[in-house]
């Protein structure tokens, strides 16, 4: 069973950071694109970065690019988001998601498994 | 502003069909992807690539485009299925990843 769940919320001040990290299990970690995916109160979705299963490539939104790094540790089957300089506009339910492929471009698969989400407040 | 456009509401009759669409250039070039998220939930992917559906999502979800609309139906609509509906593609430079606005379907 795929399962994957975020860890690392909580509340920080505006122009703090905070490391966020999805453990993943029930499936062979390097051989999918993971992304990060956020949804602000009552809000919609935002991808805000994604990467490949070897880690060689990355995609950042505008909104998050120079403040926000995505990565991956293959041999732990965990996803990072480190997040510097953060936005009150950046308070969101931040979600890890799975792609069904290892491209994170791949127009063929969607984002097939998502975790719970984190909880990411920030303060003025 | 998403470069994807839903409409913010949409209602239906339980068993009758309904269409969600999603509108922008980029689906010109590039299919759309669809999500069903319920409330306090993560969520669900029900159609990716041109028209596939996940293992364990109903064969009433089906998916179809034409020009610079991408559709996603529900024949036989069941009130499990109320929820909200969000579409994803890239966006008309080809370089980013956005979500349309998303729809909430009410089953009356």
């Known amino acids: 069973e795929v399962q994957l769940l975020e860890s690392g919320g909580g509340l920080v001040q505006r122009g703090g950071s905070l490391r966020l990290s999805c453990a993943a299990s029930g499936f062979t970690f390097n051989n999918y694109a993971m992304t990060w995916v956020r949804q602000a109160p009552g809000k919609g979705l935002e991808c805000v970065s994604g990467i490949s299963g070897s880690g060689d490539s990355t995609y950042y939104a505008d909104s998050v690019k120079g403040r926000f790094t995505i990565s991956r540790d293959n041999s732990k089957n965990t996803l990072y988001l480190q997040m510097n300089s953060l936005r009150v506009e950046d308070t969101a339910l931040y979600y890890c998601a799975k792609r069904g492929a290892s491209d994170f471009w791949s127009g063929y698969s969607g984002f097939d498994y998502w975790g719970q989400g984190a909880l990411v407040t920030v303060s003025s | ?108």
């Open chain 2, 1 to 108: 502003s998403s470069e994807l456009t839903q409409d913010p509401a949409v209602s239906v009759a339980l068993g009758q069909t309904v269409q969600i669409t999603c509108q922008g250039d980029s689906l010109r070039m590039y299919y759309a992807t669809w999500y069903q998220q319920k409330p306090g939930q993560a969520p669900v992917l029900v159609i990716y690539g041109e028209k596939n559906r996940p293992s364990g999502i109903p064969d009433r979800f089906s998916a179809s485009s034409s020009e610079n609309t991408a559709y996603l139906t529900i024949t036989g609509a069941q009130a499990e299925d109320e929820a909200d509906y969000f579409c994803k593609s890239r966006d008309s430079s080809g370089n980013h990843l956005v979500f349309g606005g998303g729809t909430k379907l009410t089953v009356l």
